[in-house]
């Protein structure tokens, strides 16, 4: 089945740690996002990728790195200097270009200790 | 920056029921996305439309391009439609805009 995978569903890391949130998806879409959510609020764009070896930051990127080495995986770190990193994030993809259907991920639900 | 106003923000209301949930933006798009967001937090995509209405079995979607609105209707409301409805406009620079959400209850 065609789909998006987000591993782990339910990470813990300690304050002052990195920590890489992976995304996969098999559906051949040559666009990939990361989305952060937060209790009462919308979906907020952290990055985004429209092409292998190439990346934009989106609204909220700092403190937070990405990279696109493949087609089918766009990973998310967060690192230390994030101040407030304990959210859920959400991974999607389209086609092509930030104008078409997006397609999610089940999510990561990332707190920080 | 497109500004994305869903309300109601939280709806209850008994199986069976006619559901209503509303979604205004500022500014002109290009479509409008309908997500539904059950408690494990996946998201699923239920509609993009640009004018008109969709129709996906009890679910229902209309747009008014001049209004800037959206309207996502439930008939014959059942409780495992409980979840949170999220409307995206869709456009310009900016991408997908997402408003707040809709969390929805339907009791039996």
């Known amino acids: 089945d065609g789909g998006i995978t987000q591993s782990p569903k339910y990470l813990f890391r300690k304050e002052g740690q990195n920590v890489t949130l992976s995304c996969e998806q098999n559906?051949?879409?040559?666009?990939m996002y990361w989305y952060r959510q937060d209790p009462g609020q919308g979906l907020r764009l952290i990055y985004y990728s429209q092409i292998v070896n190439d990346f934009q930051k989106g609204d909220i990127a700092e403190g937070y790195s990405v990279s696109r080495e493949k087609k089918e995986s766009f990973p998310l770190t967060v690192t230390s200097a994030q101040k407030n990193p304990t959210a859920f994030y959400l991974c999607a993809s389209t086609v092509s270009g930030r104008n078409n259907e997006q397609f999610f991920g089940p999510g990561t639900r990332l707190t920080v200790l | 920056k497109n500004e994305v106003e869903q309300s109601p923000q939280n709806l209850t209301a008994q199986e069976g029921e006619f559901i209503t949930i509303n979604c205004s933006y500022s500014?002109?798009?290009?479509?409008l996305h309908w997500l539904q967001q059950h408690p494990g937090g996946g998201i699923v995509s239920l509609f993009m439309?640009?004018?008109g209405k969709k129709k996906h079995g009890r679910l229902i979607a209309t747009i008014n391009i001049q209004e800037k609105h959206s309207s996502l209707h439930i008939t014959a409301s059942h409780p495992r439609d409980s979840a949170v409805y999220i409307c995206a406009a869709l456009g310009g620079a900016d991408g997908l805009t997402f408003g707040k959400g809709t969390h929805l209850i339907i009791q039996p």
């Open positions: 500014v002109g798009i290009s479509a």
């Open positions: 439309l640009s004018s």
């Open positions: 559906l051949n879409h040559d666009a």
